[in-house]
């Protein structure tokens, strides 16, 4: 599975962005798409998912109600849409697919984009 993301860039606080991930290869072998950030210093952290099967969403407290998860099955994309940003959203953005294979145990295979950054100016 190849990721490549888009729609990164600076903007203003309040202000809006929407990133893309593109995704291909063996698309129908991802269980969940996620979208991660990393500010410089601190850990990456998970900002959003959606599960491949029901569709359903999780979301950190952080960006609840102001960012929304969604995907295009059809173009393999998944979106990140970030409204009214602030600048503790400043960040790089990563997008990420997860592969879960069962056999003896539970095997979980990531794979990840090279990233998009993010900034927010105050």
């Known amino acids: 599975v190849q990721l490549v993301e888009s729609g990164g860039g600076l903007v203003q606080a309040g202000g809006s962005l929407k990133l893309s991930c593109a995704a291909s290869?063996?698309?129908?072998?991802?269980?969940?798409m996620g979208w991660y950030r990393q500010a410089p210093g601190k850990r990456r952290e998970l900002v959003a998912s959606i599960h491949s099967g029901d569709g359903s969403t999780d979301y950190a407290d952080s960006v609840k109600g102001r960012f929304t998860i969604s995907r295009d099955n059809a173009k393999s994309t998944t979106y990140l849409l970030m409204n009214s940003l602030k600048p503790e959203d400043t960040a790089v953005y990563y997008c990420?697919?997860?592969?879960?294979?069962?056999?003896?145990?539970?095997?979980?295979?990531?794979?990840w984009g090279q990233g998009t950054q993010v900034a927010v100016s105050s």
């Open positions: 990420n697919a997860r592969r879960t294979v069962i056999s003896d145990r539970e095997y979980q295979f990531d794979y």
């Open positions: 290869g063996s698309t129908f072998t991802i269980d969940v």
